[in-house]
């Protein structure tokens, strides 16, 4: 993307904006289609003051955002919530722009709601028909364009790049040199950073929920609660809840990671189920309908698939192959060709 300084005639100002005005400082951008947009600094022609929550212990997050009507009235003016009990819960961090004060660049007025208290700082910028509202910050280099949408209570910062049709919301983070683009959900506690990249239908949200390293989440996968790291990937219409998946590892297909971890090249895909803190690592793949469960290991360059199970602290390594209806538990390790027929035979207790 090229940029260059101009100036140019400054775009109209609603009446009743009393939130901003445009100076004379502008920027021509070009997006990845060609496309120029001129961008304009803006200054804060009003003080405006934005609240974030800081969670100590617990969550109430959405007892205190069916609240945010009566934020006056809520807060005493160290950031503290008025009701006792929330008092050693629940820490504000209050942010304020000053009258006078500089903000970033965006295209038109409609890229930042003037009704509500969101903000675009340093020299981030916002164009095309993406906007930000509600209680949200824009800011260092951070881009949102496309029909991007940033509100509630997140935030877009770094180098990150928010466009397309993608929605970053609640008390979520966008930071980083991460891109977030499709019609991706980024919501709840998550944090997408480093390079990751989030594109496609995807979404990802819950709390203590990151994606991070050079992961990828894409397509129509769900990731919530989770970490996903390194040079992971989540794909098709898995779903990734309450896990870790990291190093190169890949999840996708209708594939289910459920409190569990998969790392190292593991491959989890077709209608797999890995839950119940189970761990899938090294070579290893569980594909088809198979089910790796309650604590049970597979790992090296060891194969789970059609309709076998492998669970209660059971395990499968080296080339073990575990397939057609085999069933594994009761902490008994195997080895070789499992099938239905030899499961009980070569199976064995490590």
């Known amino acids: 993307m090229t940029e260059k300084t101009k100036n140019r005639e400054l775009p109209k100002i609603s009446e009743d904006n009393d939130k901003f005005e445009f100076t004379g400082e502008s920027k021509t951008v070009v997006d990845k289609n060609g496309k120029e947009h001129t961008l304009y600094r803006i200054r804060a022609t009003e003080d405006i003051t934005l609240v974030r929550f800081i969670i100590k212990e617990g969550s109430i997050l959405h007892e205190i955002m069916d609240e945010l009507d009566a934020i006056g009235r809520l807060f005493?003016?160290?950031?503290?919530?008025?009701?006792?009990?929330?008092?050693?819960?629940?820490?504000?961090r209050v942010i304020h722009v000053r009258k006078g004060e500089l903000g970033g660049f965006i295209e038109k007025e409609e890229n930042l709601d003037y009704k509500s208290n969101a903000w675009i700082f340093?020299?981030?910028?916002?164009?095309?028909?993406?906007?930000v509202t509600g209680e949200a910050i824009v800011s260092k280099r951070a881009e949102v364009s496309g029909k991007?949408?940033?509100?509630?209570?997140?935030?877009?910062?770094?180098?990150?790049?928010?466009?397309?049709?993608?929605?970053?919301?609640?008390?979520?983070?966008?930071?980083?040199?991460?891109?977030?683009?499709?019609?991706?959900?980024?919501?709840?506690?998550a944090q997408v950073c480093g390079n990751a990249k989030v594109g496609g239908n995807a979404k990802v949200g819950g709390e203590d929920t990151r994606v991070y390293g050079n992961a990828v989440v894409t397509d129509n996968a769900l990731v919530f609660?989770?970490?996903?790291?390194?040079?992971?990937?989540?794909?098709?219409?898995?779903?990734?809840?309450?896990?870790?998946?990291?190093?190169?590892?890949?999840?996708y297909g209708n594939a289910i990671v459920d409190y569990s971890?998969?790392?190292?090249?593991?491959?989890?895909?077709?209608?797999?189920?890995?839950?119940?803190?189970?761990?899938?690592?090294?070579?290893?793949?569980?594909?088809?309908?198979?089910?790796?469960?309650?604590?049970?290991?597979?790992?090296?360059?060891?194969?789970?698939?059609?309709?076998?199970?492998?669970?209660?602290?059971?395990?499968?390594?080296?080339?073990?192959?575990?397939?057609?209806?085999?069933?594994?538990?009761?902490?008994?390790?195997?080895?070789?060709?499992?099938?239905?027929e030899n499961c009980v035979k070569k199976a064995k207790r490590p």
């Open 225 to 251: 609660g989770s970490e996903v790291c390194g040079h992971a990937k989540i794909a098709g219409y898995a779903k990734v809840g309450e896990s870790k998946v990291c190093d190169d590892a890949q999840v």
């Open 261 to 340: 971890r998969v790392s190292g090249k593991a491959q989890v895909y077709g209608n797999a189920i890995v839950s119940s803190w189970a761990r899938v690592s090294g070579n290893a793949q569980v594909f088809g309908d198979a089910i790796v469960s309650e604590d049970a290991q597979v790992y090296d360059d060891a194969q789970v698939c059609g309709n076998a199970r492998v669970y209660g602290y059971a395990g499968a390594h080296d080339q073990t192959k575990v397939h057609g209806k085999a069933v594994i538990t009761d902490g008994t390790w195997t080895y070789g060709d499992i099938t239905e």
């Open 76 to 92: 005493d003016p160290d950031g503290w919530l008025w009701r006792p009990e929330d008092r050693s819960r629940i820490v504000t």
């Open 122 to 131: 340093d020299n981030a910028m916002v164009y095309d028909d993406a906007r």
């Open 148 to 189: 991007a949408q940033v509100y509630g209570f997140a935030e877009v910062s770094d180098n990150a790049v928010v466009g397309e049709d993608a929605q970053v919301y609640d008390h979520s983070k966008v930071y980083g040199n991460a891109v977030v683009t499709g019609n991706v959900w980024v919501y709840d506690d």
